[in-house]
């Protein structure tokens, strides 16, 4: 999972909960005499009965609130799963608490939206103690239709439709889907009616009102920007769910805001060029609780691990944040997988890669990805877009992620597509047959359990005991390359492609980030790990070494007429040095640069796209995919 924004900067994760928090300004106290609420039966539907009389709420608008909340259940002083007290489910202030910290730790400053749980504004409403509204369930319903009440205040009418605004505002959500949703839940409950007996023994039923319907604009109010992330984009054949991720402000400057950008990909010029397939290193409710907090990141689809499951939450139109370089969000869309990469085929089910492999390919036909390893990329193929920026690129999806199986299932197996020898070649490990060594999976530097693996080692000399090559950018510091789980410097992937140098007693050498480097010939089965491939290569164009880069921003003449300020491309420090050769992965890259810097674009020339005549190549570069300028190196056959 992606813990980086859309600059490539760490940014910290304020956890919501779900419902937890009121993500709209304090109420204010009514004129209302609360006390009348309390006086009388302690049976809950009596008390739903005053507490709509003396709120003026209808009092099927109250019990389908709780119903959905609730389901009208009291667990007397204990809070539940997802951050709430009693019937009406009146939720804590650390919630909200939690995500001001995080706003003033970033210098955004504590908004009204970040105030206080409704358990708070029922207090300041009623004047009851949050300890008696916690534990009695009665002042629960009556608090909890106070803070109801409050969201529409001076509202008299007795039609549900009438109070979807504060419906809607209950939801505790800022986010105009989400206060939508939760409405429209509401008011399927009125229409169809309830009728339970709770975990503590209360009857309560709902009466059917099959003509209530939700004012949708009204539930949406104080809501954000459209996003469309609410339009699934699946292929018929999976059955998607929609749990969008938020588009909104969380701050007071136009700056302030996540947890993607909107586009209209790629109606506006901007390409979808990639898909990246990452893990989430946590289980699937915690990537959904991440996914729908506006101060975390926002990536496309959840798969998960369990049943193939595929939550979509950034439809692919709009740019999210998860890949930790701005170029490739641009053009990609990211997938995020149950699981944890150190774990790899405990998680990796079958079911988790047919899903997976159904939704790239209508992603792919839909949007003209090529399905390619090129394109369909993991998380650890995607490069930092400073020399700085490397250390801390990610490595997920992780060694255990079986890419052969995937791209079988995708359609494009990785197969010879050359008759013949040929010094272009794709590796292809046989992943079961190909149990490389690897440590470090319990964080404790122990040899983890053998099981298949999606790469060979690279050293440096045709040797077993020779050092493993070392990927400086990874290893700034002069530390040498590892075994560890997560060191992917000296790892050929299966999928990447690279030009063979020299073959000798069963090994095969290779160039790699600038050196010679070497991988043995055959897996543990003895079959051999390439397959004769098409392909160029690309070299110097003269005796100078050349740059290699991490994104590939247009140049700074293109910004001219523009009111975009020039985006600088800086090196990384790899350099390709004459002689050397690098197979051509794309000759089409797009040269632009998507300026989306404001909330609701309030600044000049924001949300644009500036496109660029200087001409890049991608190329297999190590284990990660890398951009040459064209008229920096020559074309060659491979």
Not at 320 to 335: L, R
Request: charged letters at 20%; one cysteine or more.
């Amino acid at each position: 999972m992606v813990h980086r924004n859309r600059w490539g900067a760490v940014v910290a994760a304020a956890s919501l909960v779900a419902g937890g928090m009121a993500l709209v300004a304090a109420p204010q106290a009514q004129a209302a005499d609360w006390s009348r609420c309390l006086d009388g039966s302690r049976d809950r539907q009596a008390v739903f009965d005053r507490a709509a009389d003396v709120s003026g709420i209808p009092v099927e608008v109250l019990l389908g609130v709780s119903y959905l909340e609730s389901r009208w259940d009291d667990h007397g002083a204990k809070v539940s799963s997802s951050g709430g007290y009693g019937p009406m489910h009146l939720t804590q202030d650390a919630a909200a608490k939690h995500a001001r910290d995080v706003a003033e730790a970033k210098g955004d400053g504590a908004t009204p939206a970040l105030r206080t749980g409704t358990l708070t504004a029922a207090s300041k409403i009623t004047g009851w103690s949050r300890e008696t509204l916690r534990a009695d369930d009665v002042a629960n319903v009556c608090g909890g239709a106070a803070v109801l009440a409050s969201y529409q205040p001076g509202t008299t009418s007795s039609a549900p439709s009438a109070w979807s605004e504060a419906v809607g505002a209950y939801s505790g959500s800022a986010d105009a889907a989400e206060r939508v949703q939760f409405a429209k839940q509401v008011f399927a409950a009125l229409r169809s009616g309830e009728s339970r007996t709770t975990n503590d023994g209360q009857r309560m039923t709902l009466a059917a009102t099959p003509g209530a319907t939700v004012d949708q604009d009204a539930a949406a109010a104080t809501g954000t920007i459209p996003s469309g992330n609410d339009v699934v984009d699946c292929p018929v054949t999976l059955p998607c769910e929609s749990i969008p991720a938020p588009y909104q402000q969380t701050g007071s400057a136009a700056n302030q805001y996540g947890n993607h950008d909107i586009a209209s990909r790629p109606v506006d010029g901007l390409s979808i060029d990639y898909i990246v397939i990452h893990d989430t290193e946590g289980y699937y409710p915690t990537a959904i609780k991440l996914v729908t907090d506006p101060t975390y990141l926002g990536w496309h689809y959840t798969v998960r691990s369990s049943d193939g499951h595929v939550a979509q939450h950034v439809n692919p139109k709009n740019v999210g944040f998860h890949a930790g370089n701005w170029y490739v969000n641009m053009h990609s869309v990211g997938i995020e997988h149950e699981g944890f990469a150190a774990t790899g085929a405990t998680w990796y089910t079958e079911s988790m890669y047919q899903s997976s492999a159904a939704l790239v390919k209508h992603l792919a036909t839909k949007y003209g990805v090529p399905l390619d390893r090129a394109h369909v990329i993991g998380h650890d193929q995607v490069p930092g877009i400073l020399t700085g920026n490397i250390p801390g690129m990610h490595w997920d999806p992780g060694p255990y992620w079986n890419w052969e199986h995937y791209m079988a299932l995708l359609g494009a197996p990785l197969t010879p597509d050359r008759r013949g020898p040929s010094d272009v070649v794709t590796v292809v490990p046989g992943f079961s047959d190909n149990p490389q060594p690897l440590s470090s999976c319990d964080g404790k530097g122990n040899p983890c359990p053998t099981q298949g693996t999606n790469f060979v080692y690279l050293r440096t000399a045709p040797s077993d005991t020779a050092p493993l090559v070392n990927d400086l950018g990874l290893h700034q510091k002069g530390q040498p390359a590892t075994t560890e789980v997560s060191d992917i410097g000296p790892r050929l992937a299966a999928g990447q492609k690279v030009d063979v140098v020299e073959r000798r007693d069963g090994w095969i050498a290779t160039w790699w980030l600038g050196q010679l480097a070497w991988f043995k010939g055959t897996n543990a089965a003895g079959e051999s790990v390439v397959r004769p491939s098409q392909g160029r290569v690309v070299q110097t164009a003269g005796d100078t070494e050349v740059p290699v880069y991490g994104r590939a921003y247009p140049e700074q003449e293109a910004y001219t007429n523009t009111p975009v300020p020039y985006q600088t491309v800086s090196p990384l420090l790899y350099r390709i040095k004459p002689g050397q050769s690098y197979v051509l992965a794309d000759d089409s890259v797009r040269t632009d640069y998507y300026y989306a810097k404001t909330y609701d674009s309030s600044l000049p020339g924001d949300h644009t796209v500036v496109v660029g005549k200087q001409r890049y190549y991608q190329i297999w570069f190590g284990h990660r995919i890398a951009y040459v300028k064209a008229t920096d190196v020559r074309l060659a056959d491979g």
